[in-house]
């Protein structure tokens, strides 16, 4: 079942008419509610937006709104002859026109329907989150019922800049004042007490009060609820009842050969982490490519890459997304030779220290969520099983990027020594160091020959690798004042 919000001229929506319902019970003078009868003037609109976004956050509202066909004074119902969803700029939709001079570019949705007869129009917006919405480069205000410039309110715009400090994603509202059976047709609450091994209690409010110490609802009255991020982004039958959430379901796409020219196949979600996270795996592991060996005098099917390691990278590029960054989430794509998995946002630790350091995350309880279910590791230790399954399997060191908005992890496919090129050696030199130290023990010449799979006789190969890793700054010697490179010893270059 889904929220019917949008909603053709002729036809009523409960939930539409509980939405205006809610804004004609605010008081005249709101910061976060703006109505017009037939304004169009898009600069207005764009203005407004900037405006109610950041009035929204500074407030600590879950949205703000534009409403055509209401009176401002009277609050009545007297319709409009605007459509947002239908007007252009020159030849540009509205929307689409708005994305493009805001900044960052918000959540924002057009809604309509009619009530009595009568053409209501709405622009329901997200708040601001970590950044001033800005409209043409010019942040917006509310003060009182009026819009203001916020350079020319420094007091407004200090308490907003550290409003941010106090927002995070997981407590924000993804749906709001909706009742208690609307809830529950909206989230998978069986699946949550079968994955935390509890008994689904006989009543329904038992289940609510459950979700309610989980903070995946807020109580606002008897029967009436907020859903926030956290229980949507975990446990949404249909992500696409979320408007806000839409665009974060993981999506899988696999091409043809390696690179993007041709795509062969595209898969998004739609479900919540928590109950979608088992059939994500299984659906990348059905599409990766597989090697054919010999054991027994059988023939077997056997997968180029971990499945410990595609789990745990997933996992990671779920838990440590930025959700501020819109119109993106968690993509997983796959070529023949290699896998890229790519999260919105830039990591919050160096991507050298990935095997060593605890990893820190923007969505705490996301993560505890998920590590309590057993979909990722404990704190600090998924990097480090990665990289001991990918050296189990002798593929290339993974690749961690960074991007101005995104941070990428790449998987290769199998590849032998001498086909590496040197920045694959050293990497792959690199992290085998970090490992062994996180290991309770140290690189050395035997180590990294075991590593990469080469023979005795062919050690001086592998100092070749260890005396580049060590120009680079990457590796050093444990003991300085060993003159003997048989028996030297080597660790990370941050110890």
């Known amino acids: 079942m889904g929220i019917q919000i949008t909603i053709d001229g002729d ?53 703000g709104y534009i409403c055509w066909g209401i009176e401002d004074e009277s609050y009545n119902i007297v319709g409009t002859s605007f459509n947002a969803k239908e007007f252009k700029v020159g030849n540009e939709e509205l929307e689409n026109w708005l994305l493009q001079k805001l900044n960052p570019r918000i959540d924002f949705r057009i809604l309509v329907g009619e009530i009595d007869g009568k053409f209501i129009c709405m622009i329901e917006i997200s708040p601001a989150n970590q950044y001033i919405t800005r409209f043409k480069n010019i942040g917006f205000i509310r003060v009182g019922s009026l819009k203001k410039k916020l350079k020319d309110y420094p007091a407004k715009e200090q308490l907003l800049w550290k409003s941010f400090s106090k927002i995070n994603f997981e407590s924000g509202i993804s749906v709001s004042n909706i009742d208690s059976k609307l809830v529950l047709s909206l989230l998978n609450y069986s699946d949550y007490f079968d994955m935390t091994n509890q008994s689904l209690p006989d009543s329904l409010q038992g289940i609510l009060s459950r979700f309610e110490s989980e903070k995946f609802i807020n109580k606002i009255s008897p029967n009436n609820y907020n859903i926030t991020n956290l229980g949507a982004i975990l446990f949404a039958k249909n992500l696409n009842n979320f408007p806000n959430l839409t665009r974060k379901v993981p999506r899988v796409i696999v091409y043809e050969g390696d690179s993007k020219i041709k795509t062969r196949m595209e898969q998004t979600g739609v479900f919540g982490y928590a109950i979608g996270f088992e059939g994500l795996i299984s659906f990348i592991n059905s599409q990766l490519p597989q090697n054919e060996v010999i054991e027994d005098a059988l023939r077997k099917r056997v997968k180029l890459y971990p499945e410990i390691a595609i789990r745990e990278l997933v996992a990671n590029a779920i838990i440590h997304q930025d959700f501020s960054v819109t119109g993106t989430g968690p993509t997983i794509e796959i070529f023949a030779d290699r896998i890229e998995i790519t999260n919105p946002g830039k990591p919050l630790i160096d991507t050298l220290r990935f095997i060593d350091e605890p990893p820190q995350s923007r969505n705490e309880a996301l993560a505890s969520f998920l590590r309590r279910v057993n979909i990722c590791e404990e704190r600090g230790s998924g990097i480090d099983k990665v990289i001991f399954e990918v050296e189990l399997f002798q593929l290339p060191a993974p690749e961690f990027r960074v991007t101005s908005n995104h941070t990428q992890v790449i998987l290769y496919a199998p590849k032998k020594f001498r086909n590496m090129s040197k920045e694959e050696r050293i990497r792959a030199c690199y992290q085998h160091a970090c490992l062994m130290y996180v290991s309770r023990k140290e690189m050395s010449n035997a180590t990294l020959r075991e590593r990469f799979g080469i023979s005795d006789e062919n050690y001086p190969q592998v100092s070749k690798v260890i005396s580049d890793a060590i120009s680079k700054g990457l590796v050093k010697s444990n003991d300085p004042s060993n003159r003997s490179r048989k028996h030297a010893k080597y660790v990370p270059f941050w110890l």
């Open 11 to 63: 036809k009523e929506s409960q939930e539409f008419r509980r939405k205006l319902d809610y804004l004609l019970k605010l008081p005249k003078e709101n910061e976060v509610v703006e109505f017009k009868k037939n304004n169009k003037d898009p600069d207005e609109i764009g203005e407004y937006i900037s405006a109610l976004s950041n009035s929204a956050a500074l407030h600590n509202e879950p949205f």
